[in-house]
T-cell receptor, first 112, second 113 residues
Framework: DAKTTQPPSMDCAEGRAANLPCNHS???????VYWYRQIHSQGPQYIIH???NNETNEMASLIITEDRKSSTLILPHATLRDTAVYYC?????????????FGQGTILTVHP | KAGVTQTPRYLIKTRGQQVTLSCSPI?????VSWYQQTPGQGLQFLFE???????NKGNFPGRFSGRQFSNSRSEMNVSTLELGDSALYLC????????????FGPGTRLTVT
């Protein structure tokens, strides 16, 4: 899995968009970008993933740069319940046989 | 659809003992992965099972083992427990093919004294 780099912490005001960056400059062509989050004392939760196109679901949007060396997870209207550790992972999908390599992630704190 | 369940949720063991943790995946999910989470090392991959076969293994000593049953339920075993094995043990299930969206259970908190 390619190494990913994320800021250790970020703050966001409730109701505003939270933009979480991730650098994955060594990502290979068959590796997807996955985002998970972990709310305190719970198991990680899948958010979204993408290969090279931007993706959106009910939780978030994922913007991947054209060269695929970085991406941004966007939570459009952050709430206090979005306070969590967010992990960006580069993973080769089905060929990784269940292994996700978690880094240290970004601690997102949403303030009232 | 019921989520991933793990039992027990909390466990206290003594050094030298062994422990077995259980994981029931989401119905229809045949891939089960196990992870260890500690404050110092973060989330680390232990192993993955699919159709009762271990397909991938992380960098852990042989004291850590697992198995998967025909109904996709999985167990992991840690023998000769050490203090450093105190951790949150998480399992995750996914659809066949693995590596895509993984759905995690709440974890088993193991304390070794």
């Amino acid at each position: 899995d390619a190494k990913t780099t994320q800021p250790p912490s970020m703050d966001c005001a409730e109701g505003r968009a939270a933009n979480l960056p991730c650098n994955h400059s060594t990502i290979s062509g068959n590796e997807y970008v996955y985002w998970y989050r972990q709310i305190h004392s719970q198991g990680p939760q899948y958010i979204i993933h993408g290969l090279k196109n931007n993706e959106t679901n009910e939780m978030a949007s994922l913007i991947i740069t054209e060269d695929r060396k970085s991406s941004t997870l966007i939570l459009p209207h952050a709430t206090l319940r979005d306070t969590a550790v967010y992990y960006c992972i580069a993973n080769a999908g089905g060929t990784s046989y269940g292994k996700l390599t978690f880094g240290q992630g970004t601690i997102l704190t949403v303030h009232p | 659809k019921a989520g991933v369940t793990q039992t027990p949720r909390y466990l206290i063991k003594t050094r030298g003992q062994q422990v077995t943790l259980s994981c029931s995946p989401i119905s229809g999910h045949r891939s089960v992965s196990w992870y260890q989470q500690t404050p110092g090392q973060g989330l680390q991959f232990l192993f993955e099972y699919f159709s009762e076969t271990q397909r991938n293994k992380g960098n852990f000593p042989g004291r850590f083992s697992g198995r998967q049953f025909s109904n996709s339920r999985s167990e992991m075993n840690v023998s000769t427990l050490e203090l450093g094995d105190s951790a949150l043990y998480l399992c995750a299930s996914s659809l066949p093919g693995g590596g895509y969206e993984q759905y995690f259970g709440p974890g088993t908190r193991l304390t070794v004294t």
